[in-house]
């Protein structure tokens, strides 16, 4: 099969032919429909990722059919269209068995623990409990968007925020997370701020519905503006890009009682932030990670782009073939792309 792989962290990486994936028993292999390309994969390319083994096929946001089942596959059958999280649950774990799969003992990560999604096929293991069936009705370009960054969004807000109509939520960083971000806080009813850096992310975050955009650029203090805009502070603030500055300002943003969720993944010497201990205890606020999504929870997301009609193409940015791919993904962090980036033709 034709795959994007590295032998080398920060090296080439070469579209070339490796070996089709088999079957284990508890695994199922997908023929690749459409994947995104995350920061996240650059950050594991770039060797900050201690579960990658070189040499590596990169790509965790995926869409596939199933071709092969192994010998313990009993709720899927070949031709099945799916998407899985990019955390998946071992099923038998203290936090599997309490249905928190996201934060599994034992976990498996395409893209990551194993070979991933840029290439022609690949083998997802954990597959009883972590595969999840798409709706006919949702291709799978689309469906490619949830990846890593729509589900984590969609949990950080509404399962660890609690996010209610009418509430203000700050957003630092309009990539794929951020935007989602705002999208799904839209749809929940709340006032929404989008900050970057760059101006065309704030104007697709503009495209997608934000209240207000600030751009980080061109403001010195950027947690005072928040509040300028809201009257003393928001609800709810999230850093969706990983950067100290970021996470910091993100809960200089909160009115008192509010909540900092941090999605973007910090990395190397940034994990270690200060953070402010006595404005938490002066104000009770509250600080949430959010890591994905449990498979057995994604029928919720279907039920609200359903019921609020939310195309998920407008956070798509450019559709490429593998080869594009890799182009963007060593030059990401040079020239970061706008929205989501889907490969949609592996050749």
């Known amino acids: 099969m034709k795959a994007a792989i590295y032998h080398e ?10 070996p089709d994936p088999i079957p284990v028993a508890n695994s199922v292999i997908l023929k690749v429909h459409s994947t995104g390309l ?6 594991g390319w770039q060797g900050f990722d201690k579960d990658i083994v070189l040499p590596h096929i990169p790509g965790h946001e995926l869409v596939g059919e199933i071709v092969e089942t192994g010998s313990q596959i009993k709720k899927w059958k070949i031709g099945d269209r799916v998407t899985v999280p990019f955390v998946g649950g071992c099923g038998e774990c203290p936090e599997c068995l309490t ?8 976990q498996f990560q395409p893209g990551f623990t194993s070979w991933g999604s840029f290439a022609e096929f690949t083998k997802i293991e954990y597959a ?34 609690e996010i209610k109509p009418g509430q203000q939520v700050a957003v630092y960083g309009c990539g794929g997370v951020g935007l989602s971000a705002i999208m799904i806080a839209k749809a929940y009813g709340a006032e929404t701020i989008a900050i970057d850096l760059s101006q065309q992310s704030l104007e697709l975050a503009r495209a997608i519905g934000a209240d207000h955009r600030i751009n980080a650029s061109e403001v010195d203090d950027v947690p005072q503006a928040v509040k300028d805009l809201t009257h003393g502070g928001v609800h709810i603030s999230i850093d969706a890009i990983g950067k100290p500055e970021a996470s910091i300002n993100s809960i200089y943003s909160l009115k008192k009682k509010g909540k900092h969720i941090q999605i973007g993944l910090l990395q ?4 270690q932030v200060p953070i402010p201990m006595d404005l938490i205890v002066a104000h009770e606020l509250e600080i949430k990670g959010s890591h994905g999504m449990q498979a057995h929870r994604y029928d919720e997301i279907f039920s609200l782009l359903d019921k609020k009609d939310i195309h998920l193409k407008s ?25 989501i980036t889907i490969i949609h033709q592996f050749y």
């Open 315 to 339: 956070l798509i940015g450019d559709v490429v073939n593998l080869q594009g791919g890799i182009d963007k993904l060593m030059t990401m962090d040079s020239n970061p792309p706008s929205g």
């Open 9 to 18: 962290f920060g090296k080439k990486v070469n579209l070339t032919d490796v």
């Open 99 to 106: 249905g928190n799969q996201q934060v599994c003992d034992f």
């Open 268 to 271: 190397g010497t940034h994990t």
């Open 128 to 161: 009883n409990q972590n595969l999840v069936l798409l709706p006919d009705h949702l291709e799978s370009i689309e469906a490619a968007c949830l990846g890593c960054r729509f589900i984590t969004a969609f949990r950080g807000l509404v399962h660890q925020a």
């Open 38 to 43: 995350c920061r996240s994969d650059w950050y």
